[in-house]
């Protein structure tokens, strides 16, 4: 009954994730690694740095991803649909909410309410995600390799694909010796 656990646990991710991928992915993990032990927090961030280097939507690849690992083609397509069916289904029926109540300062106010904590929840992430590197590479190295990708990002205005794969070069390359 493993796939039942795969469309539950990506169902209410997804349900709850207020945003699209980005606001999901802290939901998912919650999901993935401390609530049903799919994959550690190491396998987590390598999958969601790849995942993030590929086009699409990011929510759909780690459910692809995580689906097939626990329960191969039937786990991917149950993984998948309860991914994408509560996107699908808030979609149709708030946009039609929200078109009908834009003007309404209640509805202004819960679109801009909500992303502080969509805010929190990402910078949670990013703690729990830099815990393994910092732990493995070290402070400094993790806190050198961070500022370099934002000001890549920020100021050079590079592609973030681009950055991982610069990312994974330098790992491949360089901390093959020290690691």
């Known amino acids: 009954m493993e796939w ?3 469309i539950y646990g990506f169902f209410m991710a997804n349900l709850l994730g207020y945003g699209g991928g980005p606001s999901s992915i802290p939901l998912m993990y919650e999901e993935i690694v401390p ?5 550690t927090d190491q396998e987590f961030s390598n ?3 790849l995942g993030n280097a590929l086009p699409g ?3 759909t690849k780690i ?16 993984a998948l649909i309860a991914t994408v069916v509560p996107s699908a289904a808030a979609l149709i029926i708030l946009l039609g909410v929200m078109q009908k109540y834009k003007q309404s300062p209640v509805v202004k106010g819960m679109t801009l309410l909500v992303q502080p904590v969509i805010a929190i929840m990402m910078i949670m992430l990013t703690l729990k995600m ?3 590197p910092a732990e493995t590479i070290g402070i400094w190295q993790t806190l050198i390799i961070s500022a370099i990708a934002f000001w890549a990002i920020q100021k050079l205005k590079l592609h973030p694909a681009l950055v991982i794969l610069a990312a994974f070069a330098y790992g491949g390359l360089v901390l093959r010796y020290t690691v």
């Open 47 to 49: 999958m969601l740095a």
């Open 57 to 59: 939507p990011i929510a």
């Open 4 to 6: 039942l656990k795969l």
């Open 35 to 39: 609530h049903y032990g799919w994959l």
């Open 63 to 78: 459910a692809v991803f995580v689906g097939y690992d626990v329960y191969g083609w039937l786990g991917m397509t149950a």
């Open 130 to 132: 830099a815990k393994g």
